[in-house]
């Protein structure tokens, strides 16, 4: 268990009154931000990748790599855009973030504008974070008074426009392309690659899209070192993230640890241990789109990039949501699925009515209609909508699906053969 | 800052080809001649890669990549018909027809779907499907000329694709997401553009049809024969669709031609072929016999105008249509000017014809008229000059023609006719050969049946230069007669010549492709179905 004075993103978390900018000031806030502007560009972004920083949205591709693919030299207006539209099912990180700490974010994206040459930067907040983006417009608001925003930063040559922008309420929102499209004003639709957004991204130009998370983290990196922040976690799973615990625990919240640390530990330590001495059935690792591990998995994993691929799953947007024995499985699958269905932007067949198809088996089986036949339909329509579509929502939600008819297949037998849910659901 | 263009090599199924390096794996097939299945792909829209279906395998690549946006690269080597492959297009397949109705008995698009084409490819004839199906949606939908079945719809998007970069005229969209996604026009009006008809050519599936061709014909019982349109100067290549059995005209529609009209056509083009079977179209020639328009014959007519003519030349003026096809100009210029005729007027719009660009910047002209550059084209070539509809008119009026014979009207437009008609002095008598009767007629004394541009064959310029071949499609119906049989009528007392088969070929190769256009020097046949422009530019494909 990291100790709280060595906690990077929440270590001041509890200090009454975070969000204004007073506090956060005195608190070390802005000091990375002075830091940063003494040096050049490229070296924060050299520093940012001898941390071994990895995007927190869920994907986790090296943020230094994904900043210096950006060709700063094109003649275009660059752009970077803080993803803050947070939708994965069992996700609630950057909300504490925002609520909280929005300095943190702020001073995060300054920086980082700073090293991609931006001058223009969106936050785009989901739309049902209302309080968050009251939050984050005051503290956008006193960070101009201060001077931290605006036309030349602490009287030096960079300058930077923020704009916390609301969405309107959509999963596919969340998506990298989906973002820049919402934010140009069309419809949500996730975008083919290539183009790849650090080419050719909001308005055709060069765009950087980026967690809250990750951002936070920069300020701290600036501060410490990249190599400090790599002297977290493990080898290719570097620093500290935030765990979402949610499900049948004691001690449900939002917590911070290193990568790597064994999932067990998380639950027992952060999470308090199952509530009511139940069983554990199965844990989600990495919000509602990853496969879920068995309570042997859970017993050997540990929470690194590397360790969860071994049992096929992945660490996602780190929702954890553990699942008690006596909890059923497909009441839970019938809720994601349908959950896909309705989210689904519709542009990629296989998605739009693929998810369909799902919603309606799974909810067939779930409500006692379900047929034998049934579990080859869903292998093979979740088999026909991997990795067939423009963005990953369609992997998103036949990836579950397959995960759970392959960890827990007596649970959908149970369902089919006596016609009724076993665990005596009633509907 | 583009990309350099290179040339790169790849292998498609083992054959290899070279493209430039901007070009799409796709593109790469389409050259080899490898068929890869598409519904959201069109050569001439914004690639959408939502459909799909072009999934192909490259090599050293863990997933399938859609053809239609993977650009190639040097030493690519791709698979179209792998097990993979085909698996995955069937599934996905599988899944386009899930919420599709089963109504193609009464589907009009049935025959020419791709549904149905790509379903007897893959063969999903077990459905999976067994849930009280469907999202349904709204059905028959009346959208202007255009009818809409959100239902049927598979959502490709090249019709919002096509209302947006072509047209910007924006009026279709998808509205809702997921698979409750449903096309429709934005406030549920009709379209507003001038080239709607082009909607259900690219519709891969019958959710956009058009009024005009709805139930009128089973596809399959149609023939396509390749043309060209004569509606304006811009010559859109097209394809006419008759039925063999009845020789019948059902529809109109584009063929692709990147230097000229893309895939598109306008619908005026497309749908003014109705005064074909018209109730105006004139059936047989008709004289003026005191004040009566009576029923005549073609033998008759020659006889008189021969005879007209012989005695005073010079007291006849011919108009002539610029929707006569080159070689009916040649045909009447040189026998009329053989038998002395001086005067020719050119009946076009002529402030129209000067137009160098579209009415609407897509495809439409000002002028309505297919063959105004090539009408100037015969007479510069054999030395002569024509009056322009301003000048004849001035002409007429300072009197001395006894007649004022215009040839080759077609339509209902006949644009500059009704000027020079009412121009003419009282004394002068007036002989019109057109496809449709209009009210202005009455001043006629003879009134002989033209030919449509659907009915007869030989070859236009149109206004961007280009030398361009329109091919029957249908009959000459009822008596009407082309310009190659009153020329011939009127040196030989009969068009007995005409009845031989490709006689306008026989005028094309031995009078027109040496004199004419001696860029292009080419015998009809090998005369491309594109088209060759007459410019500097010369006969590209063929011998120099």
């Keep these: 268990m990291l100790a709280k004075e060595k906690q990077v993103l929440l270590r001041h978390i509890d200090t009454p009154e975070l969000k204004k900018i007073s506090v956060y000031e005195d608190t070390g806030g802005y000091q990375a931000l002075k830091k940063a502007l003494t040096m050049k560009p490229d070296e924060i972004i050299e520093e940012v990748k001898k941390s071994g920083l990895r995007g927190r949205g869920g994907a986790g591709f090296p943020t230094g790599m994904k900043w210096s693919f950006v060709p700063f030299n094109s003649g275009k207006p660059i752009y970077l855009l803080c993803n803050a539209d947070e939708s994965e099912p069992g996700t609630f990180k950057d909300r504490v973030i925002i609520e909280k700490n929005p300095h943190n974010l702020i001073e995060g994206i300054i920086i980082s504008s700073y090293a991609v040459r931006c001058n223009k930067s969106y936050i785009y907040i989901r739309g049902e974070y209302a309080y968050g983006a009251r939050v984050l417009q005051k503290a956008v608001e006193e960070a101009y008074a201060k001077g931290y925003l605006g036309k030349n930063i602490l009287g030096s040559s960079h300058s930077l426009e923020l704009v916390v922008h609301r969405g309107a309420g959509a999963y596919i929102c969340g998506e990298e392309t989906g973002l820049i499209s919402s934010l140009e004003g069309k419809k949500g639709y996730p975008r083919l690659k290539p183009p790849f957004p650090a080419v050719q991204g909001f308005l055709e130009c060069p765009t950087v899209v980026n967690n809250v998370e990750t951002l936070s983290t920069i300020p701290w990196i600036l501060n410490n070192t990249g190599a400090e922040y790599a002297k977290y976690g493990k080898e290719k799973s570097t620093g500290t993230r935030l765990y979402c615990l949610s499900g049948w625990l004691n001690k449900p919240g939002t917590y911070e640890d290193v990568l790597g640390m064994p999932l067990k530990e998380l639950l027992e330590t952060h999470g308090g241990g199952m509530k009511n001495g139940a069983k554990l059935k199965a844990v989600i690792p990495g919000g509602s789109s990853t496969p879920p591990l068995t309570p042997e998995e859970v017993d050997k994993m540990t929470m690194d990039y590397d360790d969860v691929g071994k049992y096929g799953t992945f660490l996602g947007s780190g929702g954890v949501i553990v699942i008690p024995e006596h909890f059923c499985l497909l009441k839970l699958l019938e809720r994601l699925t349908e959950f896909y269905w309705d989210e689904s932007c519709g542009q990629c067949t296989p998605c739009r009515e693929g998810t369909g198809w799902l919603y309606k088996i799974i909810e067939g089986i779930y409500h006692g209609h379900g047929k034998e036949s049934d579990i080859a339909d869903i292998k093979k329509t979740a088999g026909n909508m991997m990795g067939t579509t423009i963005c990953a929502l369609s992997d998103a939600a036949a990836m579950p699906v397959l995960g759970y008819l392959k960890k827990f297949p007596h649970e959908f037998e149970a369902h089919i053969k006596t016609g009724k849910c076993p665990y005596g659901e009633t509907h | 800052m583009a990309p350099e263009v290179k040339s790169v090599k790849l292998t498609i199924d083992g054959r290899e080809v070279e493209m430039p390096s901007n070009a799409t794996v796709f593109q790469a097939a389409q050259k080899l001649g490898i068929f890869v299945p598409h519904y959201c792909y069109h050569p001439d829209l914004s690639v959408a890669g939502v459909c799909r279906m072009c999934m192909v395998d490259i090599e050293k690549q863990p997933k399938l990549a859609i053809s239609c946006n993977t650009a190639v690269a040097e030493g690519m080597v791709v698979k179209t018909s792998t097990d993979k492959v085909k698996d995955t297009v069937k599934g996905i397949l599988e899944l386009h027809l899930i919420n599709h109705p089963l109504d193609c008995p009464i589907c009009d698009k049935a025959g020419e779907c791709k549904l149905q084409d790509y379903y007897t490819v893959h063969g999903n004839y077990e459905s999976r499907m067994d849930f009280d199906k469907k999202n349904h949606k709204p059905k028959v939908q009346d959208i202007g000329t255009i009818v809409l079945d959100s239902e049927r719809c598979i959502l490709c998007t090249r019709c919002v694709r096509f209302t947006a970069e072509v047209t910007h005229t924006h009026e279709l969209g998808i509205f809702n997401r997921g698979d409750r996604s449903t096309l429709t026009t934005y406030d549920g009006g009709p379209l507003r553009n001038n080239y709607t008809g082009n909607l259900a050519d690219i519709c891969p599936v019958g959710a956009l049809t058009a009024k005009d061709f709805r139930f009128q014909q089973r596809v399959w019982f149609l023939e396509k024969r390749d043309s060209v349109c004569g509606m304006c100067?811009?010559?859109?290549?097209?394809?006419?669709?008759?039925?063999?059995?009845?020789?019948?005209?059902?529809?109109?529609?584009?063929?692709?031609?990147?230097?000229?009209?893309?895939?598109?056509?306008?619908?005026?083009?497309?749908?003014?072929?109705?005064?074909?079977?018209?109730?105006?179209?004139?059936?047989?020639?008709?004289?003026?016999?005191?004040?009566?328009?009576?029923?005549?014959?073609?033998?008759?007519?020659?006889?008189?105008?021969?005879?007209?003519?012989?005695?005073?030349?010079?007291?006849?003026?011919?108009?002539?249509?610029?929707?006569?096809?080159?070689?009916?100009?040649?045909?009447?210029?040189?026998?009329?000017?053989?038998?002395?005729?001086?005067?020719?007027?050119?009946?076009?719009?002529?402030?129209?014809?000067?137009?160098?660009?579209?009415?609407?910047?897509?495809?439409?002209?000002?002028?309505?008229t297919p063959n105004a550059l090539g009408l100037s084209e015969v007479f510069k070539s054999q030395g002569k000059k024509f009056l322009t509809v301003e000048e004849g008119k001035a002409k007429l009026k300072s009197g001395g023609f006894q007649w004022l014979v215009i040839l080759g009207l077609e339509g209902n437009k006949m644009p500059g006719v009704a000027e020079l008609i009412l121009a003419a002095p009282k004394e002068t008598k007036i002989a019109v050969h057109a496809t449709n009767e209009v009210s202005f007629f009455e001043r006629c004394d003879w009134i002989l049946p033209n030919v449509s541009q659907f009915e007869k064959s030989g070859s236009y310029v149109n206004a961007l230069g280009r030398l361009q071949k329109v091919q029957s499609s249908i009959p000459w119906q009822h008596t009407s007669r082309d310009g190659h049989a009153i020329g011939l009528g009127l040196k030989n007392g009969n068009d007995r010549e005409v009845v031989q088969k490709n006689y306008y070929q026989t005028v094309f190769n031995k009078r027109l492709s040496e004199s004419v256009f001696p860029g292009v020097r080419t015998d009809w046949r090998r005369l491309h179905a594109t088209g060759v422009n007459i410019g500097e530019v010369g006969y590209r494909e063929g011998r120099k």
Aim: proline fraction near 3%.
């Design chain 2, 233 to 368: 100067a811009t010559g859109c290549n097209t394809t006419v669709s008759v039925n063999p059995s009845t020789n019948k005209l059902y529809r109109v529609e584009p063929r692709r031609n990147t230097d000229v009209n893309a895939s598109w056509m306008c619908d005026i083009g497309r749908w003014d072929y109705h005064y074909v079977y018209a109730d105006t179209r004139l059936r047989t020639p008709k004289d003026k016999k005191d004040g009566v328009l009576r029923d005549q014959t073609w033998h008759e007519f020659f006889l008189t105008f021969s005879e007209e003519i012989s005695k005073a030349p010079e007291k006849v003026c011919i108009g002539l249509s610029t929707y006569l096809t080159n070689e009916e100009i040649t045909d009447l210029t040189d026998t009329l000017g053989q038998m002395g005729v001086k005067d020719f007027i050119r009946v076009a719009e002529d402030k129209a014809v000067l137009e160098k660009e579209t009415e609407d910047k897509i495809l439409k002209r000002a002028d309505e």
